[in-house]
């Protein structure tokens, strides 16, 4: 059965493949699953019949059959779980593989997700510049622990995973601010992920919807 998600109608990134979709699209690239997507308007996401598939009118959301997802989290999870491709058969490397999903929301995306907030909500506001350093040292703190774990390794944990996919996911987010050339290792981790083929049609994809061209050209 093929999948439908959700997406912005208008991304408000202009195509860079930064909401939250863009995850759930690179892993279904990975695993060879085909999908729909229905688009969403600001509006319409918090309209009631959104709010059945998403509690809180976000996207992105996910169907199949009876099943109704939302978290892009929990979704590229069960995409895993359901496919092969994104997590290892091992049992204990699969239990890491899944560590690094849960450690790249909410160790690792937090901070990031509170600097890109106080840029949005409290750019104009005179104490802005003197609480942005704060924001971005506690960004720093964490990359340099990933950076350490990562060493000179291409993954984190062996081979791609759905942890690398998420980390990656989550890490394109400081693009533009500077941080991540800060640390040598972790920009070509991010390059080797978005080098992958998978994540390429997923950018493709997305970007389509802003350009309105087909991704095929
Ligand atoms: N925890 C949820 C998940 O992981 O699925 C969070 C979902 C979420 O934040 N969705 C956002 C949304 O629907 C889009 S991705 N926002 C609308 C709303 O809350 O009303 C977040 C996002 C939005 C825009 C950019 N950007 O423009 O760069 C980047 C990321």
């Not at 049992?91 to 593989?97: K, L, P, Q, Y």
């Not at 506001?125 to 971005?136: A, G, H, N, S, V």
């Not at 950018?203 to 919807?209: E, P, S």
Request: no cysteine; proline share 6%; glycine share 8%.
């Amino acid at each position: 059965m093929t999948p439908t998600i959700t997406a912005f109608e208008r991304s408000p990134d202009g195509g860079k493949g930064l909401a939250r979709d863009m995850r759930v699209r690179w892993a279904l690239e990975e695993v060879g699953q085909p999908y729909d997507v229905r688009l969403v308007s600001f509006a319409e996401m918090k309209e009631p019949a959104h709010r059945a598939l998403q509690p809180f009118g976000q996207i992105p959301t996910y169907e199949e059959g009876d099943l109704v997802l939302f978290e892009s989290g929990a979704i590229v999870f069960h995409i895993a779980e359901r496919h092969a491709g994104l997590l290892p058969d091992d049992a204990n490397a699969r239990a890491r593989a899944i560590t690094w999903v849960f450690a790249a929301l909410n160790t690792i995306e937090p901070p990031i997700v509170d600097r890109s907030m106080a840029r949005l909500v409290e750019g104009d506001k005179t104490w802005f510049e003197q609480r942005l350093p704060d924001l971005e040292d506690r960004i720093r703190d964490r990359l340099g622990e990933l950076a350490a774990h990562l060493g000179d390794a291409d993954w984190l944990d062996g081979e791609f995973s759905a942890g690398d996919l998420m980390m990656v996911s989550v890490l394109l987010r400081l693009g533009g601010s500077g941080m991540l050339d800060e640390y040598p290792n972790l920009s070509a981790y991010v390059a080797r992920g978005e080098a992958r083929p998978a994540y390429k049609r997923a950018f493709a994809a997305q970007l389509a919807v802003f350009t309105g061209k087909s991704p095929t050209g």
